[in-house]
């Protein structure tokens, strides 16, 4: 099956542009997740989706930050506008809406804001 | 407060010795803990959780809730095994991670 994919790999932006960073989920993975990784500090949950509603996101750091999953499949984070501290790796993962069922991570987009 | 704790950035260890990443955590209730590896321009992927109770590649973790540990371990590491550990924990299977600051194994020939 292929695997969580994010797309873009990297993106380097000036600080007040606009990102969109896109991750597919494994088809049929209701559960979809977004994380991220500061230079120096642990990898930290945003927020999570079951199909297309936000389940948790508590972990969304201000309203600079805005995900989407219409219909259900893959997902979007929005920076506006992007600020020197938001540069880290962001990391997207799924999995099944089952108990038991391990996530399962994508590649992540390296974002650095200039 | 929900916290994994993982004391070591570095651990640098020669070609068949015994490994053993630390792992602490804090949580009011009783949770899954994983460990996530990731190697070098790979994903990050599951290397086991406790409740499986497995071995992979080698590498067994025993959680131990007395003194709320969940250390990582293999006796005879291999230059493969170099990549970043996480060891991280879920109020349950499948849901969100809290997870440690990481910590980076590396293997000497």
């Known amino acids: 099956e292929a695997g969580v994919t994010q797309f873009p790999s990297h993106s380097v932006i000036e600080k007040g542009q606009t990102v969109t960073l896109r991750c597919d989920p494994i088809s049929g993975h209701d559960n979809l997740y977004w994380y991220r990784r500061v230079m120096g500090k642990e990898i930290k949950f945003l927020l999570h989706?079951?199909?297309?509603?936000?389940?948790?996101e508590s972990g969304m750091p201000n309203n600079r930050f805005l995900a989407e999953r219409t219909g259900g499949t893959y997902s979007t984070l929005k920076v506006q506008p992007a600020e020197l501290e938001d540069s880290g790796v962001y990391f997207c993962a799924s999995s099944q809406d089952r108990a038991n069922s391990p996530l399962h991570f994508g590649n992540g987009t390296r974002l650095t804001v200039t | 407060a929900q916290r994994v704790t993982q004391p070591e950035k570095l651990l640098s260890v020669f070609k068949g010795a015994p490994v053993e990443l630390k792992c602490n955590y804090s949580?009011?209730?009783?949770?899954?803990l994983f460990w996530y590896v990731q190697y070098s321009r790979q994903r990050l992927q599951l290397l086991l959780r406790h409740i499986s109770r497995e071995s992979i590649k080698g590498f067994t973790a025993d959680l131990n809730k007395g003194e709320t540990s969940f250390h990582l371990k293999k006796p005879f590491a291999q230059e493969e095994d170099s990549a970043m550990y996480y060891c991280?924990?879920?109020?349950?299977?499948?849901?969100?991670?809290?997870f440690g600051q990481g910590t980076e194994l590396s293997v000497k020939p």
């Open positions: 949580y009011s209730g009783s949770p899954e």
């Open positions: 991280a924990l879920s109020r349950l299977v499948g849901g969100k991670l809290i």
């Open positions: 989706f079951v199909k297309e509603s936000k389940q948790d």
